[in-house]
């Protein structure tokens, strides 16, 4: 079955600097995936989606790619701050539903 | 900015009751969502809903689960003999695009906490 693999349970990042999110997923590429942005306690917000032919999405301080050969996506926030500081939820099609990795905590320290 | 609104936003039940968790979708929305969040754990799918139907469910999504759009606004998840492993965070989605439309952006609900004792 279709896994979700996030790269680490927590990632601390120093303010100013990029971090870098990982996701890998197992079986085959979805036609899109998605990332999502979760604070505690509150719902997950939609952030970026990209398709299966596009390499690279950008959104303000957010870049994401997708490398269907690898079967992974990297999510980048590029001049973190400590606002940034979520959990990130990768999220991909699968069966017309859409299914979460476990996400990453993200702590950007000032 | 339109959201998804959820009540309530905590419910504590002893085992074996009945539970309804109401949600309000953004209302030019078509898809409507249930997910669930156990404490700690990943955002874990349960069913969808598109034209007064379900379209899919999750292996978790059994016969104490039920999904109900009662009016032209809410929509329902109700479970029928709550167990202990019930207790999680219920957050409702919906979507003016069905996730096939390569989109499938999700908007959430704040989530129903739902405690089981």
């Known amino acids: 079955s279709q896994k979700i693999e996030q790269n680490s349970e927590a990632l601390n990042i120093q303010e100013g600097k990029t971090a870098t999110l990982t996701c890998n997923y197992t079986?085959?590429?979805?036609?899109?995936l998605q990332w999502y942005r979760q604070d505690p306690g509150r719902g997950p917000v939609f952030l970026l989606l990209?398709?299966?032919?596009?390499k690279e999405k950008r959104k303000e301080r957010l870049k994401v790619t997708f490398d269907t050969t690898l079967k992974q996506s990297l999510f980048h926030i590029t001049a973190s701050q400590p606002a940034d500081s979520a959990t990130y939820l990768c999220?991909?099609?699968?069966?017309?539903?859409?299914?979460f990795g476990k996400g990453t905590r993200l702590h950007i320290l000032p | 900015e339109p959201e998804v609104t959820q009540t309530p936003s905590h419910q504590v039940t002893q085992m074996g009751q009945e539970v309804i968790l109401r949600c309000v979708p953004i209302s030019n929305h078509l898809y409507f969502y249930w997910y669930r969040q156990i404490l700690g754990q990943k955002v874990e799918f349960l069913v969808s809903?598109?034209?007064?139907?379900?379209?899919?469910k999750s292996e978790i999504f059994d016969d104490q689960f039920s999904v109900e759009r009662p009016d032209g606004s809410n929509f329902t998840l109700k479970i029928r003999s709550t167990k202990l492993e019930d207790s999680a965070m219920y957050f409702c989605?919906?979507?003016?695009?069905?996730?096939?439309?390569?989109?499938?952006?999700?908007?959430f609900g704040e989530g129903s906490r739902l405690t089981v004792l």
């Open positions: 999220a991909l099609l699968l069966d017309d539903k859409i299914i």
């Open positions: 809903f598109y034209n007064n139907e379900i379209s899919e």
């Open positions: 990209i398709r299966e032919n596009e």
């Open positions: 989605a919906s979507s003016d695009l069905g996730t096939g439309a390569y989109t499938g952006e999700l908007f």
């Open positions: 079986n085959y590429s979805p036609a899109y």
